[in-house]
């Protein structure tokens, strides 16, 4: 049995002996992206238990379990955990990480001890987000909070004026940009530089195009919304005036700097998906994909034109209504390039071999589950649509259409996809299509009601509601339960494989890219043993079998 | 990559004397020629200075790559400046505004 | 390139070949002692720098589109003498910077720390006028959390001073935070050159340094004419004119 990375690592400095240290210290790309998913999932969880909560105060008009405050605490504590903590850093830096370097080839990222320092200054951010949960106390047998109550986008003046500790939660917002930025640097050397001779950018997979799309995002974007967040502290404690009125500041210019890198973040957060399904729908599928091309320059044209659409979020905020009719036309554009991919996808599958593995459903549901998050995106880019649905459950609804069911499905079809690569072994198929099912229902159980309740006018954020949005949230609270059960579920599968799953070869998919050709499964410290010549592209398949094959060697013998 | 040194140090003072001359001309310009074009002119002047120190002391002569993403950097910033000038040019509440037209 | 000799044996970078189907042998890039990649790795860090700068410039634009006037009086005040030697003293510490890069790279590393130790005392120059110029203001009364930059008092000034004044310290002071986050890395480059780990063959950090010295230099081309020289055509001279 040949070593795996499992077994043997590098370290940032020193040969620590014991095995935690040698994870704490590791410099080795699959190792941090495990880290980063485990850390990242367990604040998921955290930020679960807070929407959780809001959906069992919401379960009947008036007071329920918590006060209104707690429960504005506990809407900011959601989306900074959900947004910051999660799924910005996200699929890049779990899978970007463990996977993109197998993919071209390379033996780890450019800067490993960088990778290894982002990791740590991500920590060092959660840590200083979550300093201020801790800071509560106990007054006449009630249980308050100091964490921020001014939602995840911090709107000045109200962040400005709060007695609640925001100040923790913008540093970390920092910090965590700071690792952001980091990552993507890391990766775009990466991707310009180590690729494997002969791999030009149109031989690589699709998701290390997603990924290069993405960092680009990281990269130009999240310096706009770090200095906002320097300005925004140097405001509440030097009074510069920037943000503040009544020195004529102008708070709607805090949105705008707020939304220039905020916007762009969701795209960010979505094209690394768009890669992974890229991925998962030719290998399921056994057939190349269609369209490489325009899939890959799509990606490049949403992160580019996705940079100039910010101001939709400030329709309602005050804007000249000249500005307004350039973003929403702007928006429009974004939805071409998506509808693109959506086509390529479908046509892709069309005469395939289709094979309906766990992964391959999680990859079919998104495409159900995004296309309605993506066109009632559509809905309310226009100005007029978007004045009566911009403050409603209406925007809730689309908002988690696209992330939770476009994002964070894709990194659960992801997570099914690669699990065999990272561990070895497999998970319990049948287990995990049940899970998925319990899911996908009680996904759009929860979340579909809402479209209907925010279109009859119920506002989002809201702590009350009028009687006849009831029977919305009631339904939205057993989708909900169901949701939760099914992750629970899910990650119970998942873990199960991982202690006692059958071990699988380095390729149980029939997938064509180069991290399925690895010598051994779980790989080993360095990588393939030795690099190919890439003249191939990245999904060959000829009837439902794989083109391309190697020796032991990695020499083409096909 | 070992280099010459006496060579070289011959661009760089001429670089060095060449933005010493534009600081001059920064100086003189509001009051000795064009004072109702001051920002502008004085953007320019911080433009052409700027252009020389990334072309010869960041050598970015003849780095392809980089050059691409250097613009691409640019042109964002630009885009932002556009948008929020037409924004501001625009705005239709600007009269009755308590930011854009404070009570004197 | 030579490789870090301190390091664990297993970083050390084996010279790999992929071969392709003609037999034709293709050199494979490794991430150690990768000079191209550690040139566009810093490149792109400085871009963001850029960008956030880039951010603060706006902000000044939509301010100063706000309240021309204003801007301009503001302007007046400031003390152009001062802001023009610092101008200077920064050119000066660019030339240093350069010709310590040029001594390391043809083999002259005492020259080159020579040339570092210059560099760095010239933005302690720098950093030095700067704070004579922010304790002048505030003995005018200007300052962040002072009356004038407060509203609603008898002191306060117009909304497009208070405006002004609060990105002027905003954006000097964060330029003055990189002055002294690049005297940290002079110092750190020193200890690598004396320690042998920066040498003319492996200069790469060396390189980066200099380019963000430079890049600061650069960011001051910009910050000091949108000060210090918008109102320079009003009022002649230099001086605070406070209350």
């Given at each position: 049995m040949s070593k795996s990375y499992f077994d043997e690592t590098h370290c940032a400095f020193g040969h620590p002996k014991s095995t935690f240290m040698q994870w704490m210290l590791t410099i080795d790309h699959k190792r941090i992206g495990i880290m980063y998913a485990v850390v990242m999932f367990t604040f998921f969880f955290v930020a679960v238990a807070a929407a959780l909560t809001m959906r069992f105060e919401l379960f009947a008009p008036g007071q329920q379990f918590i006060e209104a405050h707690t429960f504005n605490q506990a809407f900011t504590l959601h989306g900074v955990v959900m947004v910051f903590l999660f799924i910005i850093p996200g699929i890049p830096a779990v899978f970007g990480n463990i996977v993109m370097p197998l993919m071209i080839g390379a033996k780890d990222v450019s800067f490993p001890r960088l990778n290894w320092f982002t990791f740590w200054l991500y920590i060092v951010g959660c840590i200083v987000a979550l300093s201020s949960l801790f800071n509560f106390s106990i007054a006449d047998g009630s249980l308050t909070f100091n964490f921020a109550d001014t939602g995840w986008t911090f709107y000045a003046p109200y962040s400005l004026n709060?007695?609640?500790?925001v100040v923790s939660t913008l540093v970390a917002a920092f910090i965590l940009g700071m690792a952001s930025i980091l990552t993507g640097l890391n990766f775009l050397v990466t991707i310009h530089r180590l690729r494997a001779p002969g791999m030009d950018f149109f031989k690589m997979p699709l998701f290390v195009w997603g990924i290069y799309a993405t960092a680009w995002i990281q990269l130009l974007a999240t310096p706009v919304v770090g200095i906002t967040l320097v300005l925004a502290l140097l405001e509440k404690y030097f009074g510069i005036g920037i943000f503040d009125p009544a020195k004529g500041g102008d708070p709607v210019l805090f949105q705008h700097l707020f939304w220039i890198y905020s916007h762009p973040a969701v795209y960010l957060m979505i094209l690394p998906a768009f890669g992974i399904m890229s991925e998962i729908i030719p290998a399921f599928s056994r057939r190349e994909i269609f369209g490489y091309r325009t899939i890959a320059l799509s990606s490049a044209a949403i992160a580019g034109v996705g940079y100039l659409v910010w101001g939709h979020h400030l329709f309602t905020s005050g804007m000249s209504d000249l500005a307004k009719i350039i973003f929403s036309f702007l928006t429009f554009f974004v939805a071409i390039p998506t509808g693109i991919k959506f086509y390529d996808w479908i046509a892709t599958m069309y005469k395939g071999k289709i094979v309906l593995d766990t992964p391959m459903l999680w990859a079919l549901g998104t495409i159900i589950t995004f296309a309605i998050g993506g066109l009632s995106g559509v809905t309310i880019a226009m100005i007029g649509a978007d004045i009566h649905l911009q403050d409603t459950y209406y925007t809730i609804a689309h908002f988690h259409y696209a992330m939770l069911g476009g994002v964070v499905f894709l990194f659960f079809a992801g997570i099914h996809y690669w699990f065999p690569l990272v561990f070895g072994k497999m998970y319990s198929e049948a287990k995990a299509k049940f899970a998925f099912y319990t899911l996908f229902i009680g996904f759009n159980l929860l979340w579909f009601p809402m479209f209907i309740a925010g279109y009859y006018g119920m506002p989002r954020r809201y702590f009350d509601y009028l009687p006849e949005f009831q029977i919305y949230h009631q339904i939205s609270f057993w989708g909900a339960i169901i949701f939760v059960s099914g992750l629970i579920y899910m990650f119970y599968v998942l873990i199960q494989g991982i202690r006692n799953g059958k071990p699988t070869t380095p390729n149980p998919w029939n997938a064509t890219t180069l991290e399925w050709h690895l010598p051994s499964s779980p790989p080993p410290l360095e990588n393939h043993t030795k690099v190919p010549y890439v003249d191939f592209r990245p999904y060959e398949y000829h009837h439902g079998q794989p083109v391309v094959k190697f020796d032991e060697n990695m020499k083409r013998i096909d | 990559m070992v280099t010459n040194y006496k060579a070289e140090k011959g661009g760089y003072y001429k670089v060095l004397f060449g933005l010493l001359a534009l600081t001059a001309l920064t100086f003189i310009q509001p009051t000795m020629f064009l004072p109702d074009m001051t920002f502008g002119l004085q953007m320019l002047i911080g433009t052409v200075k700027a252009w020389i120190i990334l072309m010869y002391y960041m050598h970015l002569k003849g780095e392809t790559l980089i050059g691409w993403t250097v613009i691409f950097a640019v042109f964002i910033v630009v885009f932002f400046f556009a948008i929020v000038i037409i924004d501001v040019n625009n705005f239709q509440y600007a009269d009755v505004s308590h930011i854009t037209s404070p009570a004197k | 390139m030579a490789h870090d000799s301190h390091e664990h044996d297993a970083h050390v970078y084996v010279p790999e070949i992929a071969i392709d189907r003609d037999g034709k042998e293709h050199v494979v890039q490794g991430w150690q002692g990768d000079y191209e990649g550690g040139k566009l790795g810093f490149w792109l860090f400085m871009l963001t720098e850029v960008l956030m700068f880039g951010a603060m410039f706006m902000v000044l634009t939509y301010y100063f589109t706000l309240h021309h006037q204003d801007f301009i009086n503001a302007s007046a005040g400031l003390n152009r003498v001062l802001g023009g030697v610092n101008t200077v003293v920064l050119l000066f510490s660019a030339l240093t910077m350069g010709l310590g890069l040029l001594k390391m790279r043809s083999g002259d590393v005492k020259g080159a720390k020579l040339m570092i130790w210059a560099t760095m005392l010239l933005a302690a120059v720098f950093l030095g006028v700067k704070a004579v110029e922010w304790t002048a203001e505030y003995h005018h009364g200007i300052f962040l959390g002072l009356d004038a930059l407060q509203?609603?008092?008898?002191h306060s000034k117009p909304f497009g001073e208070i405006l002004f004044f609060g990105m002027y310290f905003t954006m000097t002071g964060l330029h003055g935070f990189h002055i002294i986050i690049g005297i940290g890395l002079m110092l750190w480059l020193l200890k690598r050159i004396n320690s042998g780990k920066v040498t003319p063959e492996h200069n790469i950090l060396h390189f980066n340094i200099a380019l963000y010295w430079d890049l600061v230099h650069l960011i001051w081309v910009f910050v000091f004419p949108y000060f210090y020289m918008i109102g320079a055509g009003d009022i002649a001279g230099g001086v605070i004119h406070g209350h």
């Open positions: 709060t007695d609640t500790n | - | 509203s609603g008092n008898e």
